[in-house]
């Protein structure tokens, strides 16, 4: 392995799941919800199966996906891509980060991260031969319904004369929170003032609640030609097998993630991307409906976290909420995380993995929602033990 990946080892979702399927446990660890997408999504991808959708699409995407994601993205928030070169499919958002800072990163160039950070951004930083620069997300606000925020002061200083780009994920996974138009609006000025590159990961855009809407970093001032927006079929549609996702942004931005992309995988499922252009357009009351689910989901968990002792935070949108391990009497959320499956039944993902600053997130344990009420009441129920 090159020096510069020395400090990745086995991802915390592989180990955890692989953890879960060794002891039985619940899995509430890596995020994938256990019931299926709109049944006509699932329909209309086994039919261009069947009917012959098999070779290779276009490398930038089916000209149907890219028709459907800009009209999604002009509908919801009024930002118009050209679907001929603003808009990319990638084999998931995975890919179209991956893609976004091998292109636009050079060796040095610094990137700064809200941490905790989802795990794929510290490795292709790094595989770029950038440097990352976090910024943490504290908890702020009543215990137990506290939300994650930064100082804006911090961001500023975070930012040097070697500083790229800013990748900025909202809806934040693993803290939950929906940057607000305040925050949205520093990150913004800092962008604007030190002309930064945005990278937005916003794979969670349509899963927020209690009325709390999603902004596209690109919607404010100056913001559309400096930044990179990607997303996905996962989240949205509850198929997160399916690793179909999009890049949208200005043609030259667009045109180095393409560079990249096209030598990384070239081009991603065809019958797939036809039947994910289709549910943009007709399936959104399901996702609508998935929404609502999601937020009773994530109330029926915290309380439950609450009565087994955990102090729980309040996420705004995702599958995750983060819990505080500290009333139980534990210490080290990594330590918990890997007895937790053995000792109750349960696994979960330890947030420190997603730290620079390990201390901040020693004692936070994420649990995803994401799951069937049957299932989140049973892991409840084992999780009460612990106490
Ligand atoms: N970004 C975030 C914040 C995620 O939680 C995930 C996991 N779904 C991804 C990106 C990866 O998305 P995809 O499966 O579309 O590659
Ligand atoms: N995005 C999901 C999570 O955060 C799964 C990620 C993965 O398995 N790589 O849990």
Redesign the pocket.
């Known amino acids: 392995l090159v020096t510069r990946l020395r400090d990745f080892g086995e ?1 915390i ?1 592989a180990e955890m799941t692989r953890l879960a399927t060794e002891t039985d446990a619940i899995n509430l ?4 919800p256990d019931t299926d997408g709109p049944a006509s999504l699932l329909h209309d991808a086994a039919q261009h199966i069947l009917g012959g959708v098999n070779q290779y699409p276009p490398g930038p995407g089916r000209p149907e996906l890219r028709a459907a994601v800009a009209a999604a993205r002009a509908e919801s928030h009024g930002l118009d891509y050209d679907p001929a070169t603003e808009v990319y499919v990638t084999v998931g958002a995975t890919a179209g980060i991956a893609a976004a800072v091998l292109g636009l990163v050079e060796p040095g160039d610094e990137v700064i991260v809200f941490e905790p950070m ?2 794929s951004y510290p490795a292709v930083i790094a595989m770029a031969g950038g440097v990352r620069r976090p910024v943490t997300l504290r908890p702020t606000g009543q215990a137990g319904a506290a939300r994650f925020t930064f100082d804006p002061q911090e961001l500023r200083a975070a930012v040097g004369p070697r500083t790229r780009m800013i990748l900025v994920n909202s809806p934040h ?2 803290t939950g929170t929906v940057f607000s138009p305040e925050e949205l609006a520093v990150i913004a000025e800092v962008c604007r003032e030190h002309d930064l590159l945005a990278l937005t990961d916003e794979v969670y855009e349509h899963l927020t609640f209690d009325g709390v809407a999603h902004v596209p970093l690109a919607t404010l001032p100056g913001m559309r030609e400096r930044t990179v927006a990607v997303s996905s079929v996962g989240k949205t549609f509850s198929v ?1 097998g399916w690793k179909t996702g999009w890049v949208m942004g200005p043609a030259p931005l667009v045109r180095a993630v393409s560079t990249v992309n096209q030598f990384l995988t070239f081009t991603a499922n065809g019958a797939l991307q036809l039947a994910v252009a289709e549910a943009l357009r007709s399936e959104m009351a399901w996702v609508a409906a998935q929404r609502d689910a999601l937020q009773a989901k994530r109330d029926r968990l915290s309380e439950g976290l609450r009565a087994a002792g955990f102090e729980v935070m309040r996420p705004q949108g995702t599958y995750f909420v983060m819990a505080d391990i500290r009333p139980l009497g534990f210490t080290d959320g990594i330590e918990l995380a890997r007895t937790l499956p053995r000792a109750a039944g349960v696994a979960a ?1 330890p947030a420190q993995v997603f730290y620079d600053r390990a201390e901040e997130g020693r004692h936070l344990v994420r649990f ?1 929602f994401c799951k069937r009420d049957e299932v989140l009441d049973e892991a409840v129920t084992r999780l009460s033990r612990l106490s």
């Open positions: 991802t979702f660890g890596q995020g994938f989802y795990d996974n693993p997160t993902v995803a």
